[in-house]
């Protein structure tokens, strides 16, 4: 078998590859049986994120969550100074993969331990990685008094509308109608209010500087996804204030649905109700 048989002269000259285990495995492979060398790398983990494979289930969108992440801490090449902040939760699990110094904080208080390690350590970047049941319920008034002050920090919300960890309870971001454990009629406005809306709330408060909501279900939303997420770490090194990025996340194992179906439900049921885009980019920073 010849390596060129079928394929352009790009696509002889550049082979994506990966790193880590994968990719001496994959290197072997090509070295041995086709006879390729000096393999241009274009894809590879980012070097903030531990060479181990994820745990989390098949199809859950946080593997993707914590590498965009990863990738802006590495453009900016912030590891050796980021601390993040691990809630309670499936978000917790951050610190089994981040190669960054991780504080885990008493379920809910994420962004007011956040908020407590910059103000002792200025010269630090922090970041909180929060669910919906940490942020938008135990942790709503955190949250909400954390952004209002304009804390210089950045929080990712993971929006995936359920509580993964404890076994798929309805969140404060569960959608009207959803089946869950502990709506199994689906929730009901009249017993159960309405899904909440974090980003347009926080969006209202003068402290915050930068709100976005993204997610992760197409390559499309994953770009501007990633331009968010550096955008908020950007505000944060320029001392803008309060930095916000809603990530809407599919969960196949609570949701009970394959990664596909999950997939398609982030497009044709969260999004209408909890729309992509920035709300909010503050031009400059407040001043006495």
Not at 33 to 59: A, Q, S, T, W, Y
Not at 246 to 271: D, F, K, Q, S, Y
Request: charged residues 20%; aromatic residues 8%; proline residues 4%.
């Amino acid at each position: 078998m010849k390596i060129g048989a079928g394929m352009t002269r790009q696509q002889q000259n550049v082979i994506p590859v990966k790193t880590g285990i994968q990719s001496r495995i994959i290197s072997n492979i090509l070295v041995q049986n086709l006879g390729v060398k000096n393999m241009e790398l274009v894809f590879k983990r980012p070097d903030c994120l531990i060479d181990i494979p994820f745990h989390f289930c098949p199809g859950c969108h946080h593997g993707i969550a914590h590498r965009l992440v990863a990738e802006a801490i590495d453009y900016f090449k912030l590891a050796e100074k980021t601390i993040g902040v691990a809630s309670v939760g499936c978000s917790v699990f951050m610190y089994d993969y981040f190669n960054i110094d991780v504080l885990e904080a008493p379920h809910g208080r994420a962004s007011a331990v956040a908020s407590g390690v910059k103000r002792a350590r200025k010269d630090r970047i922090v970041f909180t990685y929060q669910g919906d049941g940490d942020l938008a319920a135990i942790g709503i008034a955190e949250g909400i008094h954390t952004a209002n002050r304009g804390e210089n920090i950045t929080l990712i919300f993971a929006n995936n509308g359920i509580y993964g960890m404890t076994g798929g309870q309805m969140a404060p971001t569960t959608l009207l109608g959803q089946k869950t454990s502990t709506s199994p009629y689906g929730r009901d406005f009249t017993y159960n209010g309405y899904p909440i809306r974090m980003a347009e709330m926080l969006a209202t408060l003068e402290g915050s500087a930068f709100v976005a909501r993204v997610a992760v279900n197409n390559a499309a939303n994953l770009m501007k996804a990633k331009r968010a997420i550096r955008k908020a770490f950007q505000m944060q090194i320029e001392e803008m204030g309060f930095s916000f990025v809603e990530m809407l996340l599919a969960c196949p194992t609570n949701w009970g649905m394959t990664a596909l179906e999950a997939n398609r439900r982030v497009e044709e049921e969260m999004i209408p109700y909890f729309p992509l885009g920035i709300l909010k980019e503050r031009k400059m920073a407040d001043s006495l």
